[in-house]
């Protein structure tokens, strides 16, 4: 069965602190690895990985995937108050033709809150 | 810019009733899904459509639960029959083809007592 574990559960870091956030999984015909950040709505998308060992970033976040190793972590740096959120890691998975496929499975998230 | 849109955002029911949920993806998106997400877990797959085919569905969709995509446009999800352990967030989102990035709704909170 597929499976993806994130850690820490929950993290409580002060504004200016950086934090690294793991998500580790094991899936079949893996495609992608998808972070998703939600604050009491709908997930927002943040990052897609497919490949090993190219950082994607956007401001101060960024991240990176290992496919060897099955993991990747999402860093925040210099971190503000409105990056508290739940963090969601997902991946998704190759049908039978190869192609992409939208059958995600998301980890438990990690609770992030920034104090001032 | 219009994004996925669902309706109602939120419902309570009393046990035994039936519920419906809307949901329209964003124009142009073929792939839609519906997906259940209880406090402190992330979403759950629950089915998906490609154009107006439903294409899978998870176990977890019992048979008080079915889904449509009539014209291949918007969606509804029915739960029939609701019990307390149906209240959670359902959260509808869509994509393009290919593409596994997926668009989440606001999501449909429902409560049932």
């Known amino acids: 069965e597929d499976k993806v574990v994130q850690s820490p559960l929950s993290l409580v870091v002060h504004e200016g602190d950086t934090v690294t956030l793991n998500c580790s999984y094991e899936?079949?015909?893996?495609?992608?690895l998808l972070w998703y950040k939600q604050e009491k709505k709908a997930p927002t998308f943040l990052f897609m990985l497919t490949s090993s060992g190219i950082e994607k970033k956007s401001g101060r976040l960024s991240s990176i995937l290992d496919k060897k190793e099955l993991f990747s972590i999402l860093n925040i740096t210099a971190t503000q108050t409105g990056d508290s959120a739940v963090y969601l890691c997902?991946?998704?998975?190759?049908?039978?033709?190869?192609?992409?496929?939208?059958?995600?499975?998301f980890g438990q998230g990690t609770i992030l809150t920034v104090h001032p | 810019d219009t994004g996925v849109s669902q309706d109602p955002r939120h419902k309570i029911t009393k046990r035994g009733q039936n519920v419906t949920f809307r949901c329209d993806p964003i124009?142009?998106?073929?792939?839609l899904y519906w997906y259940r997400q209880t406090l402190g877990q992330g979403p759950e797959f629950l089915t998906y459509?490609?154009?107006?085919?439903?294409?899978?569905k998870s176990r977890l969709l019992s048979d008080r639960f079915s889904a449509e995509r009539p014209k291949g446009s918007f969606s509804t999800l029915e739960i029939q029959r609701t019990e307390q352990g149906d209240s959670a967030m359902y959260l509808c989102?869509?994509?393009?083809?290919?593409?596994?990035?997926?668009?989440f709704g606001e999501g449909s909170w429902l409560t049932v007592v």
């Open positions: 899936v079949t015909n893996f495609r992608s």
């Open positions: 997902a991946v998704g998975k190759r049908n039978a033709g190869g192609t992409s496929y939208g059958k995600l499975t």
């Open positions: 989102a869509s994509s393009p083809t290919p593409g596994n990035t997926i668009y």
């Open positions: 124009s142009e998106h073929n792939r």
């Open positions: 459509f490609q154009n107006e085919a439903q294409l899978e």
